[in-house]
C-alpha cells in the first residue's frame, strides 16, 4: 500500500483522483506530433552505371536503402545465392531521400515545432526547404532540430543525403598516423584495405562478421516526426529506484522538462500495477526556468510486488502516470512502466579468486540462456512478432538471460518490454563489437550523448540487470594476433595512447554515464573482463569467453576442463534445415559444402570443413549433403550440452552460462540454435533439457561416472534416481533406484558408479547408461552416457521406428516407438511448417515416446510429408 502523510486522508484521495481524471480531459495545450512516414522518395547520387536507381522511387520510412531497392525490383533478394557479393556497390553509393509533407496555419502558431529523427544511418545532411538543419554522424542518436523559422504554412519538403560510411569516412583515416585494427579488415569490401569500422558510430555487423554479410546500409531506419508545443514537453520521465526490497520500494519519479520561458506548475503523480486502477502520489508545485528543468518526485510504495526474473517469482510491474498542469489547462502528460527489483552484480573474494552472480531481490540467481545478435540484416524488417517469437522460444527452452551483443544495434523498445513480461534478464552490451577506438574528443563526446540517448530510453526496464561497455575490445588488446601485430607497429608512445584512449571511453566516460543515469544497475567494462583488475578472460575473475572448442579445433571434452566464474560466450557451428538452405540454393550442385553459395553462406573461414572434421571425429561420413546437415545439428546440440550441464554442475563456482548464439540474422551456416526463419535447431530441444529448473546430469571421466542433480528451484526437494544398464536392443542389465535430498540451488554428487564394474556387466560398445531423476512419482529428468565415441559403437543399423499420428484437438499428437535403441530421432514433415514439443531425441528400445504438433496442415498432409531419422540412418554405407 502507499505510505501517507496523516493528514492525506481516504476523502481527499478520493478528491485528488476525481481531479486528476479530470485533468485529463480538461481542454488543453499539450505537446502534440505528426508522424512523417509517407511520400518518400530514394534516389542514388552518383552510380553512373545504373541509370535505374538515378531516378525516384517510392521510399518506405522507416527503411534502408537495401530493403527500398529490393521492394522496387531493382536489385535481386540480397540473401540469395551469393548476391551479397554482386550488391556491394550499394554501401558505396549516397543516397538522396525526400518527401513533401504539410503544416496547417495552427501548428506552425504553435511557440515550437520541432522535427525529431530517432535514428538516422549514418552520415546524413539534412535539408527543409532546402535550407541546412542537420548533419548526423551516429546511427545511434536521435536528433530535435527546432523547425518554426524554416516551416510555412502547406506543402513543405524535407530532403536528406546520405553519405557512404566507407567512401565519407576513408580520406580521414588515411591522413592519421596509424590506423587502428578492425575485425572488418577480414571481410571483403574493405576500399583499398582500410578499415573505417572504429572510427563510425554504426552497428558493427553490418561491415561484415563470421556469421553475417556485409551490408553497409544508409537509410532513415528509425522513426520521423513534427512535434509542436507551447508552454512545455516532458523530455523524459523515469523511475529511479533508489531501494527497493520486499517490505517497501523507495522511488523518486525524474522528469526533465523544457520549458519555454519561467513559469510555476503543479504535478500529479500516480501509480498503479498494471492491470490495476491508479493509486495518487500527489502533487508538488513546481518553479521551472526556461530551458531545460530536472524535476524530482519522491514515491514510496510499501509491501511492493516485485519483477523476478522467470523461475524465482513473477513479472509484476507497475503504471507511473504525470501531469503537468497550469490551472486546468494540462500542459503535458506522460507514463511509464516499469518493474521493481534489487540487482546486484555480486563479485567477492572467495576460494576460487573473486565471485561473479547476479543478485535480483536478494536471490543468487544462476544465468542461462544464449547470446543475441540482430535479428535481421535489415533491421527495420524485425516486427515485434518476431521479438515475440524468438524470445518466447528461449523462455520455453528455460533460459532466464540473454545478453544484447555489443556487435549490433541497441533493440527497440518492444524487445525489451517482451523481456520484461517474460522474465528474461539482459546483458546489454554498448555498440562496441571488438574494435579499438579513437580517442578524439568529438568521438569521445559523440559515444556519450550516444549512452545518454539510449540509457533514458531504456534506463525503467527491469530485465535490463547489466549494461556492458563492449564486446571484446579488451581480451583483443591481450590476446589477438591482429592486435599484437599492430601495437610492435606503432611506437611506444603511441600505444599507450591507444590504451589511455580505451581506459578514458570504458572505465570512465560509460561507466559515469551509467552511474548517472541509471543508478544502481551495475556496470561492466568488457566482456570478458576482469574489472582491470587483471589480464582479461580468465577462469577465476571476471567473465570468459572460450572458442578454444572451435576456432583451435580442441576436443569438446575440453569444456570440462574450464571453470570460469561466468561464461559469456562458448559456441559451435551447425547447418539450418533444408527447408532454410533452400531459401538460398536450388541447384544440385549446391548442396556441397565446398561449393559456391554454401561458402558464400558460411562467414566463418574453414567453417564448412571444420564441421566435418569434428564430425569424423565423433561419427562416421554422412551419406549425402542432408545426411551432412541433420548430423550437424547433432554434433552442435551434444557439443553444447557438454558445456551447459559442466557449467551448471560448477555452481557456486560458475553462476552463468551464455552459449553463442541464439539467433541468425540471415539463412547461414552458423552457432544459433534457431536458425533466421525462427526454426528450431537440435541444438534448441537440447536446451530445453540441459537447462531445465532440474537436472540428472552424469559425468563420466576418467574410470567412473559421478552422478550429478542439480536444481536451480528455491525449495528443496525429494526425489529418486532411477538408474539403468542396457543393451542396445533394450536388455536390462542394471536396475538400481537411489532416493535422494536435493537441496535449493545446488549441485552435487549422489553416487559414482566405476566403468569396471559397468563393463564387466555388459559390452561397452553394446550398452550404455540411463539415468531418470523423479519427484512426486514423475520423470523430470533424463540423461544418457555411452561408453565410446559414437562411430565405435555398435548401433542398431537403421532401427526401424513405428509411428502413430492422430488428431487430437485442435493439435496433432505422434507416438513413435522402436524395438531397438534409435539415436537422435529427428521428425520432419517436408515444407510444412509444424511446431514440435520434442525433436532430435534418443528413443530407448521397446518405450514409446508421444510429442505434440501444432500446424496448419491436415492430417494426411501430414502423413503423407512425415519422415523419421536417426543416427545411423545418416551414415554412409561401409
Known amino acids: ?184 579488415t577480414y571481410n571483403f569490401g574493405n576500399e583499398e584495405n582500410i578499415a573505417t569500422a572504429p572510427y563510425t558510430r554504426k552497428a558493427p555487423y553490418q561491415y561484415g562478421w563470421d556469421w553475417g554479410p556485409r551490408f553497409m546500409t544508409e537509410g532513415i531506419w528509425q522513426p520521423v516526426r513534427v512535434e509542436t508545443w507551447d508552454a512545455l514537453r516532458i523530455d523524459n520521465f523515469h523511475i529511479h529506484q533508489r531501494k527497493v526490497s520486499s517490505e517497501v520500494a523507495g522511488l523518486t519519479a525524474e522528469l526533465d522538462i523544457e520549458a519555454s520561458k519561467p513559469t510555476t506548475a503543479s504535478l500529479a503523480m500516480a501509480h498503479g500495477e498494471m492491470s490495476g486502477t491508479q493509486t495518487a502520489d500527489g502533487t508538488q508545485t513546481v518553479q521551472l526556468d526556461a530551458g531545460m528543468n530536472h524535476v524530482s518526485f519522491p514515491i514510496r ?94 523462455r520455453d527452452a528455460h533460459m532466464n538471460m540473454v545478453r544484447e551483443w555489443g556487435g549490433g544495434y541497441y533493440e527497440s523498445d518492444d524487445f525489451y518490454d517482451i523481456c520484461d513480461e517474460l522474465g528474461i534478464m539482459v546483458w546489454q552490451e554498448f555498440a562496441f563489437g571488438g574494435d579499438m577506438i579513437p580517442g578524439d574528443v568529438a568521438f569521445q563526446e559523440n559515444v556519450r550523448r550516444e549512452a545518454i540517448d539510449q540509457i533514458r530510453r531504456l534506463r525503467d526496464h ?133 561449393s559456391i553459395v554454401m561458402q558464400a553462406h558460411q562467414k566463418n573461414k574453414g567453417g564448412n570443413e571444420r564441421i566435418l572434421t569434428y564430425m569424423l571425429r565423433e561419427y562416421r561420413q554422412p551419406k549425402d549433403f542432408e545426411s551432412f546437415v541433420y548430423l550437424s545439428q547433432v554434433q552442435q546440440a551434444e557439443i553444447i550440452k557438454i558445456g551447459a550441464e559442466h557449467f551448471r554442475r560448477d555452481r557456486p563456482r560458475t553462476m552463468g552460462g551464455l552459449y553463442w548464439q541464439l539467433n541468425d540474422c540471415w539463412p547461414v551456416a552458423s552457432w544459433a540454435s534457431i536458425d533466421y526463419y525462427g526454426r528450431w535447431k537440435a541444438l534448441h530441444y537440447y536446451a530445453r533439457r540441459f537447462y531445465d529448473d532440474v537436472l540428472v546430469s552424469p559425468f563420466m571421466h576418467e574410470d567412473k561416472v559421478d552422478v550429478y542433480v542439480v536444481s536451480d528451484k528455491l ?82 543399423v537403421a532401427p526401424k521406428v513405428e509411428t502413430t499420428l492422430n488428431k487430437t484437438g485442435a493439435a496433432y499428437t505422434l507416438t513413435l516407438q522402436s524395438a531397438q535403441l534409435a539415436r537422435g530421432a529427428y521428425v520432419s514433415f517436408g515444407d510444412f511448417d509444424v511446431e514440435s514439443s520434442d525433436n532430435y531425441f534418443d528413443l530407448l528400445p521397446g518405450e514409446s515416446v508421444t510429442i505434440t504438433l501444432k500446424s496448419s496442415a491436415t492430417l494426411d498432409q501430414l502423413k503423407g510429408a512425415m519422415k523419421v531419422v536417426s543416427l545411423t540412418e545418416a551414415y554412409a554405407a561401409k
Open 301 to 394: 510504495i510499501a509491501a511492493p510486488k516485485l519483477w523476478y526474473p522467470v523461475g524465482y517469482g513473477p513479472q509484476n510491474r507497475y503504471r507511473f502516470s504525470a501531469v503537468i498542469r497550469s490551472g486546468r489547462d494540462v500542459l503535458a502528460r506522460t507514463e511509464s512502466k516499469t518493474g521493481l527489483r534489487s540487482v546486484e552484480l555480486r563479485r567477492v573474494p572467495d576460494q576460487w579468486g573473486k565471485s561473479f552472480e547476479f543478485v535480483v531481490n536478494g536471490i543468487e540467481v544462476y544465468s542461462k540462456g544464449a547470446d543475441v545478435i540482430p535479428f535481421d540484416s535489415f533491421p527495420n524488417r524485425v516486427t515485434p512478432q518476431i521479438h515475440r517469437k524468438i524470445l518466447q522460444d528461449a
Open 715 to 796: 525449495q528443496p526437494l525429494s526425489g529418486t534416481i532411477h538408474t539403468r544398464l542396457l543393451d542396445f536392443s533394450g536388455k536390462i542389465v542394471l536396475d538400481e533406484a537411489k532416493d535422494i535430498q536435493i537441496p535449493a540451488q545446488s549441485s552435487a554428487i549422489y553416487f559414482t558408479l566405476n566403468k569396471a564394474d559397468l563393463a564387466a556387466k555388459a559390452d561397452p560398445e553394446r550398452s550404455f547408461l540411463v539415468f531418470d531423476l523423479e519427484v512426486g512419482g514423475k520423470r523430470i529428468s533424463r540423461n544418457l552416457i555411452f561408453f565410446d565415441v559414437t562411430h565405435n559403437l555398435d548401433l542398431p
Open 462 to 594: 527491469p530485465s535490463i540487470v547489466v549494461w556492458c561497455g563492449n564486446n571484446e575490445v579488451e581480451t583483443g588488446w591481450y590476446h589477438w594476433g591482429n592486435r599484437q601485430d599492430f601495437k610492435e607497429s606503432i611506437s611506444p608512445e603511441a600505444r599507450d595512447r591507444v590504451w589511455q584512449d580505451y581506459i578514458i571511453m570504458f572505465a570512465d566516460i560509460l561507466k559515469s554515464t551509467v552511474a548517472q543515469y541509471t543508478d544502481p544497475v551495475p556496470y561492466w567494462p568488457s566482456s570478458p573482463s576482469a574489472n582491470f583488475e587483471e589480464v582479461p578472460d580468465n577462469q577465476h575473475n571476471g567473465d570468459m569467453h572460450y572458442w578454444q572448442v572451435w576456432h583451435a579445433q580442441a576436443p569438446a571434452s575440453d569444456y570440462t576442463l574450464q571453470f570460469p566464474r561466468f561464461m559469456t560466450e562458448y559456441g559451435f557451428q551447425s547447418f539450418p534445415e533444408m527447408r532454410t538452405i533452400r531459401t538460398f540454393a536450388n541447384k544440385p550442385e549446391d548442396f556441397d559444402i565446398h
Open 1 to 184: 500500500m502507499l505510505s501517507r502523510p496523516p493528514f492525506f486522508s481516504s476523502f481527499s484521495v478520493s478528491i485528488f483522483l476525481l481531479l486528476f481524471s479530470s485533468l485529463c480531459t480538461a481542454a488543453t495545450s499539450e505537446p502534440s506530433s505528426q508522424a512523417l512516414n509517407t511520400g518518400w522518395q530514394f534516389r542514388a547520387l552518383g552510380a553512373t552505371d545504373k541509370p535505374d536507381v538515378q531516378q525516384w522511387h517510392p521510399a518506405q520510412v522507416p527503411g534502408v536503402v537495401h530493403t527500398d531497392l529490393l521492394r522496387n525490383n531493382l536489385i535481386p533478394d540480397p540473401f540469395d545465392r551469393d548476391n551479397e557479393f554482386r550488391l556491394q556497390w550499394i554501401g558505396l553509393t549516397d543516397w538522396e531521400y525526400q518527401t513533401t509533407f504539410q503544416v496547417d496555419s495552427a501548428s506552425v502558431g504553435h511557440e515550437h515545432v520541432d522535427l525529431v529523427f530517432d535514428g538516422l544511418d549514418t552520415f546524413a545532411d539534412v535539408y527543409l526547404n532546402d535550407q541546412a538543419i542537420l548533419h548526423a554522424d551516429n546511427m545511434f542518436r536521435n536528433w530535435r532540430i527546432p523547425a518554426k523559422p524554416l516551416l510555412k504554412p502547406g506543402p513543405n519538403t524535407l530532403r536528406i543525403v546520405f553519405h557512404s560510411a566507407i567512401t565519407k569516412m576513408i580520406p580521414y583515416v588515411k591522413s592519421l598516423p596509424y590506423i587502428l585494427p578492425s575485425i572488418s
